[in-house]
């Protein structure tokens, strides 16, 4: 008697459209209509957080103040000053002279392109939004920083 009662408690549930056994276990979500609509504010719920998550928190670019008179008069170049401050704050062993820091800091080239991105300037000056540079050392002097941005000023010289 009791197995004949069970059979019929299961076709009784069964008769829902997204009620389903699985092994002796039912599983209800109540009528298919619901199940839709929850599935669909789900749906929408993930769109909306991947289209936020999206947008482009990138900083707004470092300005460079240097005066292009001064920047003209110091005639900053790779080889007589740039290299120097690289060579002591960017190109060693643990950062960008092995590549570890996401890319090399070794050549003119190197440096020339790793200057001309958006966050070089921001970086290096500690600015709000941008990963501090050099990581886990103290911030470049004023002059250094002035150097390099009057080397980027006067056009990425390099004698």
């Known amino acids: 008697m009791r197995r004949q009662y069970d059979i019929k408690k299961r076709l009784n549930h069964l008769n829902r459209e997204s009620d389903f056994y699985i092994g002796d276990r039912l599983y209800t979500f109540g009528s298919m209509k619901n199940g839709i609509k929850k599935i669909t504010i789900l749906l929408l719920f993930a769109v909306a957080i991947v289209l936020h998550s999206c947008d482009d928190n990138e900083p707004t670019p470092s300005t460079n103040n240097q ?60 600015e709000s939004g941008f990963e501090a540079m050099p990581k886990g ?10 150097q390099l941005e009057c080397w980027e000023k006067t056009g990425f010289k390099e004698n």
């Open 137 to 146: 050392g103290s911030k470049l002097s004023d002059t250094q920083i002035q």
């Open 67 to 126: 005066p292009q008179a001064l920047c003209d008069s110091l005639a900053i170049t790779y080889t007589g000053h740039i290299k120097l401050i690289v060579d002591a704050s960017c190109n060693t062993t643990y950062c960008h002279g092995t590549g570890i820091g996401g890319f090399n800091l070794g050549t003119f080239a190197e440096v020339k392109t790793a200057a001309k991105k958006t966050n070089w300037l921001g970086a290096i000056k500690h």
